[in-house]
């Protein structure tokens, strides 16, 4: 009975954290919808519009919700503690890891998809925060949150969720040719410098007398 009301908890609590990122990065997306384009990677101009992104959100929603079934898996209780708990430790961090990743990239934050990149025509490379310690903290942070809400809910749409999510590799290479192309001179170097998906340890010190990024 216990563990059916904290699992109850648990899941009211993240679906608000949940939506509430979302929201959080639908304001970004719209925000960056209306400042002047820059250097476009794939067919951005098609899909990277204001009214497409809407529709696409909402029918991944709908989407969402015809899949919200529970996956025919049976757990006992140690098990959906476990579960629970893993989840909770994955889930929770992870969505803090993207907002942290949203707040650092500010004005700098664009919509993009596996069709396409698009950068701003004033973009700048931004190199602190959650990206000193790995390159690609949002899209990580999704990838773990899928996998997080799978253990906490475990229905079908965190399944398909958690699995489609696998493709942000295949945009952040798609972003990493545009910025490597925009920048070539500071992308090698902080590509060089920070790995891709597993977060270094330690943030970069700037050596004495050099400006810091």
Do not use: N
């Amino acid at each position: 009975m216990i563990l059916q009301s904290l699992e109850i908890w648990i899941g009211r609590v993240g679906a608000v954290a949940g939506f509430g990122t979302l929201a959080a990065a639908l304001w970004g997306m719209w925000r960056g919808a209306r400042r002047p384009v820059g250097r476009e990677e794939g067919i951005a101009h098609r899909f990277l519009r204001w009214p497409v992104l809407f529709v696409a959100t909402g029918l991944y929603i709908g989407l969402g919700v015809l899949l919200w079934r529970p996956l025919p898996i049976r757990l006992g209780e140690p098990a959906r503690l476990v579960a629970l708990v893993l989840g909770s430790l994955l889930y929770f961090p992870a969505l803090a890891l993207y907002l942290w990743g949203l707040r650092t990239l500010g004005v700098m934050f664009s919509p993009s998809s596996g069709f396409g990149v698009r950068l701003y025509a004033d973009q700048r490379l931004i190199t602190q925060g959650p990206y000193d310690f790995v390159r690609h903290p949002m899209y990580l942070a999704v990838i773990i949150t899928g996998l997080g809400g799978l253990m906490i809910y475990r229905t079908w749409a965190m399944a398909a969720f958690a699995l489609s999510m696998l493709g942000l590799a295949v945009r952040a290479r798609r972003e990493e040719r545009a910025l490597a192309a925009e920048f070539p001179q500071e992308w090698e170097a902080y590509r060089r410098r920070v790995p891709a998906w597993i977060p270094r340890a330690c943030p970069h010190k700037p050596q004495k007398g050099s400006p810091a990024q």
